[in-house]
């Protein structure tokens, strides 16, 4: 999902409720899994920032004057796949200052997720390097994807304009 593959209008993921959290009902399991496995190795909780948006919420977002945000059905947390991420005192960049979000970052393909927009592929997303944010793609092609090195885009021989 970018803007130049889109969601269509009319797109609805199957989306259940974690702890109060909207999230795509195919990647609770890998973040719960993954958030017990940090609690485990580092005892420290994970959590989540944002998950799912609705196309209106993510509107408000652009509307805010927010110059990061994406278009509308360009978003991935219209999916409900996306999801934003944080250890208590640790968020966005400081995210890699924990032990945790170093963890995120060279584990998150074991539970099925990877770093969606990593530090070597602004060039082909679009997207400076956000290691908060994971999107779940199932622990077969999150492994894939991450021991090839590619970002999400490269891997599916997909082009763009930010080439």
Not at 73 to 89: F, I, K, P, R, W
Not at 134 to 157: H, K, N, P, Q
């Amino acid at each position: 999902v970018n803007d130049e593959y889109p969601l269509p209008e009319n797109y609805s993921p199957e989306i259940t409720v974690y702890n109060s959290v909207s999230v795509n009902r195919l990647a609770e399991k890998g973040y719960i899994e993954l958030k017990t496995d940090i609690k485990n190795k580092f005892g420290k909780n994970l959590y989540i920032m944002s998950a799912f948006r609705t196309p209106a919420e993510q509107l408000e977002i652009i509307e805010s004057g927010n110059e990061y945000a994406a278009n509308v059905y360009s978003s991935e947390h219209l999916t409900g796949l996306a999801l934003d991420v944080y250890v208590m005192y640790h968020a966005g960049m400081g995210f890699l200052e924990s032990d945790a979000g170093k963890f995120v970052n060279e584990s998150c393909h074991e539970h099925g997720f990877i770093i969606r927009y990593p530090y070597y592929g602004e060039e082909t997303t679009g997207i400076s390097y956000e290691p908060w944010h994971i999107r779940y793609l199932g622990i077969e092609t999150a492994t894939e994807v991450y021991d090839s090195g590619l970002c999400l885009e490269e891997f599916l021989g997909i082009t763009s304009s930010y080439q």
